[in-house]
Protein backbone atom coordinates (compact mmCIF):
# COMPACT_ATOMS: atom_id res chain seq x y z
CA UNK A 1 0.00 0.00 0.00
CA UNK A 2 2.91 2.43 0.99
CA UNK A 3 4.69 2.14 -2.51
CA UNK A 4 0.69 1.98 -4.49
CA UNK A 5 0.87 5.59 -2.63
CA UNK A 6 4.07 7.11 -2.90
CA UNK A 7 3.77 6.38 -6.70
CA UNK A 8 0.71 8.20 -7.34
CA UNK A 9 1.87 10.89 -4.92
CA UNK A 10 4.99 11.41 -6.67
CA UNK A 11 3.42 10.63 -10.66
CA UNK A 12 0.85 13.15 -9.66
CA UNK A 13 2.18 16.50 -8.45
CA UNK A 14 5.72 15.91 -9.60
CA UNK A 15 7.77 16.51 -6.27
CA UNK A 16 10.64 17.79 -8.48
CA UNK A 17 13.51 20.61 -7.13
CA UNK A 18 13.39 23.33 -9.30
CA UNK A 19 11.01 26.43 -10.08
CA UNK A 20 7.99 24.25 -11.07
CA UNK A 21 7.63 22.21 -8.41
CA UNK A 22 4.51 22.98 -6.33
CA UNK A 23 6.46 22.39 -3.44
CA UNK A 24 7.30 25.73 -2.40
CA UNK A 25 7.74 27.33 0.90
CA UNK A 26 4.14 28.21 2.38
CA UNK A 27 3.53 31.45 4.73
CA UNK A 28 4.29 29.68 8.07
CA UNK A 29 7.76 28.20 6.82
CA UNK A 30 6.73 24.42 5.91
CA UNK A 31 6.20 22.77 2.83
CA UNK A 32 3.16 23.62 0.76
CA UNK A 33 2.25 19.93 0.56
CA UNK A 34 3.51 19.08 3.73
CA UNK A 35 -0.25 17.87 4.94
CA UNK A 36 -0.55 15.52 2.22
CA UNK A 37 2.14 12.72 4.50
CA UNK A 38 2.21 14.30 7.92
CA UNK A 39 -0.78 17.11 8.10
CA UNK A 40 -3.35 14.87 8.17
CA UNK A 41 -1.26 12.21 10.06
CA UNK A 42 -0.72 14.66 12.93
CA UNK A 43 -4.76 14.52 14.18
CA UNK A 44 -4.74 11.11 14.31
CA UNK A 45 -1.56 9.32 15.34
CA UNK A 46 0.68 10.65 18.20
CA UNK A 47 3.80 12.06 16.60
CA UNK A 48 7.06 11.13 18.48
CA UNK A 49 8.06 12.54 21.31
CA UNK A 50 11.55 13.21 23.38
CA UNK A 51 11.81 11.73 26.70
CA UNK A 52 10.13 14.46 29.52
CA UNK A 53 12.51 16.93 30.51
CA UNK A 54 13.69 15.93 34.66
CA UNK A 55 11.91 17.62 37.02
CA UNK A 56 13.72 20.98 38.50
CA UNK A 57 13.78 20.18 42.40
CA UNK A 58 14.09 23.40 44.40
CA UNK A 59 16.33 21.86 47.19
CA UNK A 60 19.64 22.25 46.93
CA UNK A 61 20.28 18.57 47.17
CA UNK A 62 19.19 18.45 43.32
CA UNK A 63 21.22 20.11 40.89
CA UNK A 64 20.06 21.60 37.56
CA UNK A 65 19.82 20.08 34.33
CA UNK A 66 22.53 21.66 32.89
CA UNK A 67 25.39 21.18 36.31
CA UNK A 68 26.97 17.99 36.83
CA UNK A 69 27.25 15.21 39.32
CA UNK A 70 25.15 12.80 40.89
CA UNK A 71 22.00 13.84 43.05
CA UNK A 72 22.25 13.36 46.24
CA UNK A 73 19.56 11.87 48.32
CA UNK A 74 17.08 13.77 49.69
CA UNK A 75 17.30 14.35 53.52
CA UNK A 76 15.00 12.59 55.48
CA UNK A 77 12.70 14.44 58.31
CA UNK A 78 13.06 13.55 62.09
CA UNK A 79 10.45 16.18 62.94
CA UNK A 80 7.14 15.94 64.07
CA UNK A 81 4.36 15.31 60.65
CA UNK A 82 3.29 19.06 60.95
CA UNK A 83 6.96 20.08 60.08
CA UNK A 84 7.19 17.50 57.52
CA UNK A 85 4.01 19.16 56.00
CA UNK A 86 5.13 22.49 56.59
CA UNK A 87 8.82 21.35 54.51
CA UNK A 88 6.88 20.17 51.90
CA UNK A 89 4.82 23.48 51.06
CA UNK A 90 8.26 25.39 51.67
CA UNK A 91 9.73 23.12 48.97
CA UNK A 92 6.83 23.33 46.58
CA UNK A 93 6.96 27.25 46.68
CA UNK A 94 10.75 27.58 46.72
CA UNK A 95 10.16 25.14 43.13
CA UNK A 96 7.85 27.50 41.80
CA UNK A 97 9.70 30.89 42.77
CA UNK A 98 12.39 28.77 41.06
CA UNK A 99 10.13 28.62 38.08
CA UNK A 100 8.95 32.15 37.61
CA UNK A 101 13.24 33.15 38.05
CA UNK A 102 14.08 30.80 35.17
CA UNK A 103 11.09 32.08 33.06
CA UNK A 104 12.64 35.30 32.69
CA UNK A 105 16.67 33.36 31.78
CA UNK A 106 18.04 34.69 34.64
CA UNK A 107 19.46 31.30 36.54
CA UNK A 108 17.94 28.59 34.55
CA UNK A 109 16.12 28.21 31.35
CA UNK A 110 13.23 25.73 30.73
CA UNK A 111 13.62 23.34 27.77
CA UNK A 112 10.83 23.38 25.40
CA UNK A 113 9.61 20.37 23.72
CA UNK A 114 10.35 19.99 20.29
CA UNK A 115 8.94 17.58 18.14
CA UNK A 116 11.24 15.15 16.35
CA UNK A 117 11.42 14.85 12.41
CA UNK A 118 9.86 11.59 11.43
CA UNK A 119 11.52 9.57 8.58
CA UNK A 120 9.89 8.71 5.39
CA UNK A 121 8.77 5.29 6.55
CA UNK A 122 7.01 6.41 9.31
CA UNK A 123 5.52 9.07 7.55
CA UNK A 124 4.07 6.64 5.22
CA UNK A 125 3.28 4.23 8.02
CA UNK A 126 1.04 7.17 9.95
CA UNK A 127 -1.04 7.65 5.78
CA UNK A 128 -1.68 3.97 6.40
CA UNK A 129 -3.13 4.31 9.39
CA UNK A 130 -5.17 7.17 8.32
CA UNK A 131 -5.96 4.72 6.03
CA UNK A 132 -7.47 2.42 7.99
CA UNK A 133 -9.26 5.14 9.79
CA UNK A 134 -11.64 5.93 6.74
CA UNK A 135 -12.48 2.05 6.62
CA UNK A 136 -13.22 1.59 10.54
CA UNK A 137 -15.21 4.67 10.45
CA UNK A 138 -16.94 5.56 7.01
CA UNK A 139 -18.68 8.35 8.23
CA UNK A 140 -15.67 10.46 8.88
CA UNK A 141 -13.17 11.81 6.19
CA UNK A 142 -9.74 11.88 7.02
CA UNK A 143 -8.37 13.96 4.02
CA UNK A 144 -11.00 16.73 4.92
CA UNK A 145 -8.92 18.28 7.63
CA UNK A 146 -7.62 22.04 7.64
CA UNK A 147 -4.94 22.31 5.30
CA UNK A 148 -1.81 24.71 4.64
CA UNK A 149 -2.53 27.27 1.83
CA UNK A 150 -0.83 26.58 -1.76
CA UNK A 151 1.13 29.04 -2.74
CA UNK A 152 -0.68 31.00 -4.39
CA UNK A 153 0.42 34.40 -5.11
CA UNK A 154 -0.08 37.86 -6.77
CA UNK A 155 1.62 39.11 -9.31
CA UNK A 156 3.25 42.58 -9.73
CA UNK A 157 3.74 44.76 -12.41
CA UNK A 158 6.96 44.61 -14.12
CA UNK A 159 6.20 46.73 -17.03
CA UNK A 160 9.00 49.88 -17.13
CA UNK A 161 6.49 52.79 -16.62
CA UNK A 162 6.19 50.78 -13.07
CA UNK A 163 9.90 50.88 -12.72
CA UNK A 164 9.70 53.35 -10.24
CA UNK A 165 7.73 50.69 -7.66
CA UNK A 166 11.21 49.04 -7.23
CA UNK A 167 14.64 49.86 -5.46
CA UNK A 168 16.82 48.97 -7.55
CA UNK A 169 16.95 47.01 -11.03
CA UNK A 170 17.83 43.80 -9.14
CA UNK A 171 14.45 43.77 -7.11
CA UNK A 172 12.60 44.65 -10.81
CA UNK A 173 14.24 41.09 -12.08
CA UNK A 174 13.90 39.67 -9.34
CA UNK A 175 10.01 40.06 -9.41
CA UNK A 176 9.50 39.45 -13.45
CA UNK A 177 11.42 35.96 -12.90
CA UNK A 178 8.70 34.82 -9.59
CA UNK A 179 6.17 36.08 -12.08
CA UNK A 180 7.37 33.53 -14.60
CA UNK A 181 7.59 30.57 -12.01
CA UNK A 182 3.71 31.88 -10.93
CA UNK A 183 2.61 31.43 -14.48
CA UNK A 184 4.47 28.01 -14.85
CA UNK A 185 2.69 26.52 -11.53
CA UNK A 186 -0.33 28.12 -13.38
CA UNK A 187 0.31 26.27 -15.94
CA UNK A 188 0.99 22.80 -13.93
CA UNK A 189 -1.75 22.88 -12.03
CA UNK A 190 -4.12 23.37 -15.17
CA UNK A 191 -2.50 20.24 -17.00
CA UNK A 192 -3.26 18.24 -13.61
CA UNK A 193 -6.71 19.23 -13.26
CA UNK A 194 -6.98 18.59 -17.26
CA UNK A 195 -5.52 15.50 -16.78
CA UNK A 196 -7.97 14.35 -13.70
CA UNK A 197 -11.05 15.98 -16.00
CA UNK A 198 -11.20 18.17 -12.97
CA UNK A 199 -11.36 21.84 -14.05
CA UNK A 200 -14.48 22.95 -12.59
CA UNK A 201 -17.71 22.88 -15.12
CA UNK A 202 -15.46 21.62 -18.09
CA UNK A 203 -15.75 18.65 -19.73
CA UNK A 204 -12.92 16.92 -21.03
CA UNK A 205 -13.24 13.02 -20.96
CA UNK A 206 -13.72 12.90 -25.38
CA UNK A 207 -10.82 14.70 -25.87
CA UNK A 208 -8.38 13.29 -28.06
CA UNK A 209 -4.59 12.90 -28.65
CA UNK A 210 -4.68 15.47 -31.22
CA UNK A 211 -6.44 17.77 -29.02
CA UNK A 212 -4.50 17.32 -26.35
CA UNK A 213 -1.22 17.73 -27.57
CA UNK A 214 -1.45 19.99 -30.33
CA UNK A 215 -4.79 21.84 -30.87
CA UNK A 216 -6.31 22.89 -28.09
CA UNK A 217 -4.64 21.92 -24.34
CA UNK A 218 -1.21 23.53 -25.17
CA UNK A 219 -2.64 26.83 -25.19
CA UNK A 220 -5.64 26.48 -23.22
CA UNK A 221 -3.50 25.66 -20.08
CA UNK A 222 -1.76 29.07 -20.07
CA UNK A 223 -5.21 31.13 -20.04
CA UNK A 224 -5.39 31.12 -16.11
CA UNK A 225 -5.81 34.67 -15.86
CA UNK A 226 -8.14 34.67 -18.78
CA UNK A 227 -11.61 36.80 -18.78
CA UNK A 228 -12.79 35.94 -22.38
CA UNK A 229 -16.15 34.43 -22.70
CA UNK A 230 -15.72 30.15 -23.12
CA UNK A 231 -12.13 29.83 -21.45
CA UNK A 232 -11.43 27.12 -19.10
CA UNK A 233 -11.74 29.38 -16.12
CA UNK A 234 -15.51 31.46 -16.84
CA UNK A 235 -17.01 28.38 -14.63
CA UNK A 236 -15.39 28.87 -11.72
CA UNK A 237 -14.95 32.75 -11.35
CA UNK A 238 -19.01 32.24 -11.63
CA UNK A 239 -18.67 29.87 -8.82
CA UNK A 240 -16.36 32.30 -6.97
CA UNK A 241 -18.80 35.11 -7.37
CA UNK A 242 -21.48 33.44 -6.20
CA UNK A 243 -20.09 31.93 -2.88
CA UNK A 244 -18.74 35.66 -2.03
CA UNK A 245 -22.45 37.07 -2.47
CA UNK A 246 -23.55 34.25 -0.43
CA UNK A 247 -21.25 34.83 1.91
CA UNK A 248 -21.96 38.20 2.30
CA UNK A 249 -25.67 37.49 2.25
CA UNK A 250 -25.01 35.07 5.19
CA UNK A 251 -23.12 37.57 7.09
CA UNK A 252 -25.64 40.03 6.57
CA UNK A 253 -28.60 37.53 7.93
CA UNK A 254 -26.44 36.20 10.97
CA UNK A 255 -26.24 33.05 9.52
CA UNK A 256 -23.71 31.31 11.34
CA UNK A 257 -24.89 27.69 10.07
CA UNK A 258 -24.33 29.09 5.97
CA UNK A 259 -21.22 31.21 7.24
CA UNK A 260 -19.80 27.71 8.27
CA UNK A 261 -20.33 26.22 4.67
CA UNK A 262 -19.09 28.82 3.07
CA UNK A 263 -16.06 29.77 4.27
CA UNK A 264 -12.81 27.94 5.80
CA UNK A 265 -9.78 27.88 7.77
CA UNK A 266 -8.74 31.57 9.14
CA UNK A 267 -11.31 33.14 7.15
CA UNK A 268 -13.84 31.47 8.56
CA UNK A 269 -12.57 32.63 11.72
CA UNK A 270 -12.56 36.02 10.44
CA UNK A 271 -16.30 36.09 9.75
CA UNK A 272 -17.48 34.76 12.37
CA UNK A 273 -16.12 37.59 14.94
CA UNK A 274 -17.02 40.20 12.69
CA UNK A 275 -20.98 38.31 13.13
CA UNK A 276 -20.54 38.44 16.97
CA UNK A 277 -19.56 42.14 17.29
CA UNK A 278 -22.46 42.89 15.01
CA UNK A 279 -25.66 44.02 17.54
CA UNK A 280 -28.79 42.11 17.70
CA UNK A 281 -30.96 44.93 17.44
CA UNK A 282 -29.98 45.96 14.01
CA UNK A 283 -30.82 44.80 10.60
CA UNK A 284 -27.99 44.58 8.13
CA UNK A 285 -29.24 44.53 4.24
CA UNK A 286 -26.04 43.70 1.88
CA UNK A 287 -26.41 44.68 -1.67
CA UNK A 288 -24.25 43.94 -4.53
CA UNK A 289 -24.60 46.14 -7.65
CA UNK A 290 -22.52 45.22 -10.29
CA UNK A 291 -18.67 43.87 -10.76
CA UNK A 292 -16.17 46.71 -11.95
CA UNK A 293 -14.32 44.61 -13.96
CA UNK A 294 -15.06 40.52 -14.28
CA UNK A 295 -13.95 38.29 -11.87
CA UNK A 296 -10.22 36.91 -12.59
CA UNK A 297 -8.33 34.23 -11.44
CA UNK A 298 -4.94 35.45 -11.01
CA UNK A 299 -3.18 32.52 -9.26
CA UNK A 300 -3.98 28.87 -9.10
CA UNK A 301 -2.39 25.78 -7.11
CA UNK A 302 -3.76 22.07 -7.49
CA UNK A 303 -2.55 18.84 -5.69
CA UNK A 304 -3.72 15.42 -5.02
CA UNK A 305 -5.50 15.58 -1.40
CA UNK A 306 -7.11 12.36 -1.13
CA UNK A 307 -4.97 9.60 -0.70
CA UNK A 308 -6.94 6.84 0.16
CA UNK A 309 -6.89 3.51 -2.06
CA UNK A 310 -9.95 3.41 -3.31
CA UNK A 311 -11.91 6.37 -5.34
CA UNK A 312 -13.38 8.81 -3.78
CA UNK A 313 -17.44 8.42 -4.48
CA UNK A 314 -18.21 11.43 -5.79
CA UNK A 315 -15.75 14.15 -8.01
CA UNK A 316 -12.29 13.15 -7.88
CA UNK A 317 -8.97 13.27 -6.02
CA UNK A 318 -7.64 16.85 -6.57
CA UNK A 319 -7.66 20.15 -3.93
CA UNK A 320 -7.93 23.34 -5.71
CA UNK A 321 -6.38 26.77 -4.42
CA UNK A 322 -7.06 29.60 -6.85
CA UNK A 323 -6.60 33.06 -6.33
CA UNK A 324 -9.40 35.55 -7.48
CA UNK A 325 -9.34 39.27 -7.72
CA UNK A 326 -12.73 40.72 -7.06
CA UNK A 327 -13.82 44.09 -7.94
CA UNK A 328 -17.27 45.39 -6.49
CA UNK A 329 -20.10 47.86 -6.22
CA UNK A 330 -21.89 46.60 -2.83
CA UNK A 331 -23.62 49.20 -0.57
CA UNK A 332 -24.82 47.77 3.42
CA UNK A 333 -27.74 49.23 4.98
CA UNK A 334 -28.69 49.44 8.69
CA UNK A 335 -31.80 49.50 10.49
CA UNK A 336 -33.23 49.69 14.00
CA UNK A 337 -35.76 47.63 15.49
CA UNK A 338 -37.95 50.40 14.13
CA UNK A 339 -36.79 50.64 10.73
CA UNK A 340 -35.08 53.59 11.22
CA UNK A 341 -31.82 53.83 8.93
CA UNK A 342 -28.72 54.23 11.16
CA UNK A 343 -26.62 54.27 8.10
CA UNK A 344 -25.74 57.61 5.62
CA UNK A 345 -28.00 58.48 3.12
CA UNK A 346 -26.44 58.16 -0.20
CA UNK A 347 -25.61 61.14 -1.21
CA UNK A 348 -27.00 60.76 -5.08
CA UNK A 349 -29.92 58.81 -3.78
CA UNK A 350 -32.38 60.06 -6.49
CA UNK A 351 -30.03 59.43 -9.30
CA UNK A 352 -29.55 55.72 -8.00
CA UNK A 353 -33.11 55.01 -8.93
CA UNK A 354 -32.71 52.21 -5.83
CA UNK A 355 -35.85 50.50 -4.24
CA UNK A 356 -34.99 51.39 -1.32
CA UNK A 357 -36.65 54.26 0.48
CA UNK A 358 -32.92 55.17 2.68
CA UNK A 359 -30.48 53.56 -0.22
CA UNK A 360 -26.52 53.44 1.17
CA UNK A 361 -23.56 54.99 -0.61
CA UNK A 362 -22.15 52.68 -2.83
CA UNK A 363 -18.91 51.89 -2.43
CA UNK A 364 -16.06 50.31 -5.17
CA UNK A 365 -14.42 47.31 -2.93
CA UNK A 366 -11.45 45.22 -4.48
CA UNK A 367 -10.70 42.13 -2.78
CA UNK A 368 -8.18 39.26 -3.65
CA UNK A 369 -9.68 35.74 -1.90
CA UNK A 370 -8.50 32.15 -1.70
CA UNK A 371 -10.89 30.09 -2.75
CA UNK A 372 -10.91 26.39 -2.05
CA UNK A 373 -12.55 23.13 -3.58
CA UNK A 374 -11.82 19.60 -2.71
CA UNK A 375 -13.51 17.59 -5.51
CA UNK A 376 -14.51 15.22 -3.57
CA UNK A 377 -16.77 16.96 -1.97
CA UNK A 378 -20.39 17.66 -3.76
CA UNK A 379 -19.88 20.99 -1.94
CA UNK A 380 -19.64 24.92 -3.27
CA UNK A 381 -15.93 26.79 -3.56
CA UNK A 382 -14.86 28.15 0.11
CA UNK A 383 -13.58 31.34 0.89
CA UNK A 384 -10.10 30.54 3.03
CA UNK A 385 -8.16 33.27 3.24
CA UNK A 386 -8.03 37.38 1.88
CA UNK A 387 -4.32 38.24 0.45
CA UNK A 388 -3.89 42.38 -0.26
CA UNK A 389 -1.28 44.22 -2.46
CA UNK A 390 2.37 45.18 -1.35
CA UNK A 391 1.66 48.78 -0.47
CA UNK A 392 3.59 50.57 -3.21
CA UNK A 393 3.25 47.91 -6.03
CA UNK A 394 0.35 47.45 -8.47
CA UNK A 395 -0.43 44.01 -9.03
CA UNK A 396 -0.33 42.68 -12.89
CA UNK A 397 -4.06 41.98 -13.31
Not at 252 to 258: C, E, L, N, V
Request: charged content about 25%; aromatic content about 8%.
Amino acid sequence: MALSISRRYVGNLGLQAGPLALVGRSRSGNSNLHFAVRGYAASAVKQKQKPKNPTVAANTGIKASGSKGPRNAPAKSTGPPDATTSASQTSTTAARDLRKTAAGGVSYKIPEKKEEALTEEEQMAQVEQIMNMSTLFPTADPWGQRVETLDVTIPYSTKLSHRKDYADWRSWFDQWVANRYSGAKNYVSMMMLAQQNAIPGIDLSEATRLQKYITQWPWRLATTTSIAPGSWMEPLRKAALQSYTQLSLALARQDDKAIKELSTSVYQDHVLRTRRKQSPNFTYLWRLHKEVTPARVISIRATEGYLATEDPKFGNRMMVHALVRLDTEQSLEIYDRLGNPVHARASNAAELGSSSKHPAERRRVQEYLIFEKRMWYDGPWVIREQLWELPGKSAAV
